[in-house]
C-alpha cells in the first residue's frame, strides 16, 4: 500500500530526540498560561523546586486603538493552518492545493478525501503535485495534521520529533502488534529490552490521536503579553515583561539533606531530579533568548508601526526572521504562536505582524497589508458624488509604481469594507 511504501522509506532516519529536547519545544511553544500550568505540574513531580507565577497585569485600556483586547478568540483549526501557509509559502498553483486540502479536513485534522475523489474535484493536478501538497500540509503545526487514519497521524507526530527506529518501525511495519498488545512479538521484532519497549510505548500514548481537537473549541481565552516595547524619542526599547516569566524556586535546604544521604537509591533520585530542574532552568532561558530576539527582529522590520507612523504593516515573511537569525522556520512558528507585545496603544499577537507580500512588479516590496492602505486612503478621498471605479483605483496604483489588476483591487475594497462603486454614490 502507498502508506507502507512511505513509512519504510522514511524509517532509515536515526535522530532521536531526549526528553529534555522534547520538553524544550514544548516549552517554547507555549503561552504563557499554558506554560504556568506545565511547570505546575512538573513541580508536583519534583521536590527540588516550587514554581512562581505572576500573570496579573495593570489594565490597558486598548478601546478605540483598533488593536487586540486583553480578551482573543481562539482561531479555529483553518484560520490557523491558513495563517501558517500564507507566511511560509509564496503564491503558486502548490500553495492553492495545499489551502484546497486544508478546506477538506474534518474537525480533529484528518484528511476525508482519498487521492482520486481529490482528483476528480481538482484539475490540472498531477500524482506529484498532490504528493508534494500533501507532504507540505503534513509539515504544518500542529504535527499529524492531513493524516488519513489513525496510524498516519501517529506516525506524522513521532517522525517530527524525530521518534527513534523502533518507534518508527512500531508505527509502521508492526503497528497490528502494538494496537493488539502484543508486548512480546513486538519487542523480539524490534530486538528491544523490556525497559525500552515501555519508553517506547508512553511516548506513543503521549502523543494525539485527533491534532485539530484544541481549536475546535471557540471560548475565550485571557492573553498575557511577555515583551513590551516602548518609545524613547526616536528609538524604540524592547523588554521581557516580568509577569510573563515563571521562576523556578529551587529548595536547596531539601536538596542538601538528601544529597546527604547514603541509600543508593535515594542518590539516584536525587541527582535525576536535580538533572531534570537543570534541564528546565536551561529550558525556560532559551525560551526567553528566543522570543527576545525574535521580538527584536520584528519591532526592527515594523519600526514604522511602533513609532505610531503608520497603521500599515512592512512585508515580512517568517522565513525572512528565520534565515536572518540562522533558525529554522519551524522555531520561529513556534515562538511567534500565542506570544503577545505589548505596546502603548494596545496588545498585538506576534504574528500579526507577519504580512504577505503584494504581488507587485514595479518599485520595491510592498505588504498585502500597505497596498490595502493605499487603497483605503484613496477610497477616503474620493469625491462621494463621483466615486472611482475599481480600474481607475487600479491605475492611480499603477502611477504609484504598483501593478495591481482590477480584480485584486475589488477584493481588497471588499475586504476593507467599502461598497461597489454604484453604492458608495451620494
Not at 20 to 37: E, T
Not at 115 to 134: G, N, Q, R, S, Y
Not at 258 to 270: G, N, Q
Request: charged letters at 30%; glycine letters at 4%.
Amino acid at each position: 500500500m502507498e502508506l507502507k511504501q512511505n513509512l519504510n522509506q522514511k524509517q532509515v532516519q536515526g535522530l532521536s530526540l531526549t526528553q529534555g529536547m522534547r520538553q524544550s519545544i514544548l516549552i517554547l511553544q507555549s503561552d504563557a498560561i499554558d506554560l504556568a500550568d506545565y511547570l505546575n505540574e512538573q513541580s508536583l513531580e519534583n521536590p527540588l523546586f516550587d514554581v512562581r507565577v505572576n500573570l496579573d497585569m495593570p489594565f490597558i485600556d486598548n478601546e478605540g486603538s483598533g488593536s487586540y483586547q486583553i480578551k482573543d478568540e481562539q482561531q479555529s483549526l483553518f484560520e490557523y493552518l491558513l495563517d501558517q501557509v500564507q507566511l511560509t509559502m509564496r503564491k503558486t498553483p502548490l500553495r492553492d492545493l495545499v489551502v484546497y486540502l486544508i478546506e477538506q479536513l474534518d474537525p480533529n485534522g484528518y484528511l476525508t478525501l482519498s487521492d482520486d475523489e481529490i482528483f476528480d474535484e481538482v484539475d490540472d493536478i498531477t500524482p506529484i503535485m498532490l504528493l508534494d501538497a500533501k507532504t507540505l500540509l503534513h509539515q504544518l503545526d500542529p504535527p499529524g495534521i492531513g493524516a488519513r487514519d489513525l496510524q498516519e497521524c501517529l506516525y506524522l507526530q513521532a517522525e517530527a520529533d524525530n521518534a527513534n527506529k523502533a518507534i518508527m518501525s512500531m508505527l509502521s511495519d508492526n503497528f497490528e502488534l502494538f494496537t493488539k498488545h502484543e508486548w512480546k512479538k513486538l519487542k523480539r521484532a524490534l530486538k528491544i529490552s523490556n525497559a525500552e519497549l515501555q519508553e517506547d510505548i508512553n511516548f506513543i500514548q503521549s502523543l494525539s490521536a485527533n491534532p485539530g481537537q484544541r481549536y475546535t473549541s471557540q471560548n475565550e481565552q485571557y492573553v498575557v503579553p511577555e515583551l513590551a516595547v516602548k518609545k524613547n524619542g526616536d528609538k524604540l526599547t524592547l523588554s521581557i515583561t516580568k509577569y510573563g516569566q515563571p521562576q523556578l524556586i529551587f529548595a536547596e535546604e531539601t536538596y542538601d539533606n538528601l544529597v546527604k544521604s547514603t541509600d543508593e537509591d535515594v542518590k539516584k533520585y536525587i541527582r535525576d531530579k536535580y538533572n531534570q530542574y537543570q534541564t528546565l532552568e536551561y529550558n525556560l532561558q532559551r525560551r526567553i533568548d528566543t522570543v527576545s530576539i525574535i521580538g527584536k527582529c520584528i519591532v526592527k522590520a515594523q519600526y514604522k508601526f511602533f513609532m505610531q507612523e503608520t497603521d500599515s504593516l512592512a512585508p515580512l515573511l517568517i522565513r525572512d526572521v528565520a534565515q536572518k537569525l540562522q533558525m529554522s522556520e519551524s522555531t520561529v512558528s513556534r515562538t511567534i504562536n500565542g506570544k503577545y507585545i505589548q505596546t502603548d496603544f494596545g496588545i498585538f499577537e506576534l504574528k500579526q505582524f507577519f504580512s504577505r507580500r503584494s504581488k507587485v512588479t514595479v518599485g520595491e516590496a510592498q505588504s498585502v497589508d500597505q497596498v490595502k492602505n493605499k487603497i483605503k486612503g484613496i477610497l477616503n478621498d474620493e469625491d462621494k458624488k463621483k466615486p472611482l471605479s475599481d480600474q481607475k483605483i487600479s491605475d492611480m496604483l499603477k502611477e504609484d509604481g504598483l501593478q495591481i489588476a482590477r480584480r485584486t483591487v475589488a477584493k481588497y475594497r471588499e475586504q476593507l469594507g467599502y461598497p461597489s462603486t454604484s453604492r458608495r454614490r451620494i
